[in-house]
């Protein structure tokens, strides 16, 4: 079993930042990559950004510019800065590990930007 954790969700004003992190413990081989999703009320859950272990990284376009994923590798921790956030950007942010063929989700922090 893999387990992740995220932490640094919260309530913030627009323009200003948050930074979230999930860490991965338990059964941990092979992290193929690791990322993070979000899913606002009434909405689908979408891609934010992801990064494999190789370094590549895709972000969702409206994220491009203002939000930067990172990862430790030692620590199998990925960590996603929020920078100039919106109202917009209030969801619920689940963090994702793929490895071996199979994605684990986490159970999700919320992030509420308020305007």
């Known amino acids: 079993q893999v387990q992740l954790v995220e932490s640094g969700g919260g309530l913030v004003q627009a323009g200003g930042s948050l930074r979230l992190s999930c860490a991965a413990s338990g059964s941990i081989f092979s992290i193929n990559a690791m990322g993070w999703y979000r899913q606002a009320p009434g909405k689908q859950r979408e891609l934010v950004a992801k990064?494999?272990?190789?370094?590549?990284?895709n972000y969702a376009d409206s994220m491009k510019g203002r939000f930067t994923i990172s990862r430790d590798n030692a620590k199998n921790t990925v960590y996603l800065q929020m920078n100039s956030l919106k109202a917009e950007d209030t969801a619920v942010y689940y963090c994702?590990?793929?490895?071996?063929?199979?994605?684990?989700w986490g159970q999700g922090t919320q992030v509420t930007v308020s305007s």
């Open positions: 994702i590990l793929d490895q071996l063929g199979q994605r684990y």
């Open positions: 990064i494999t272990s190789s370094g590549y990284i």
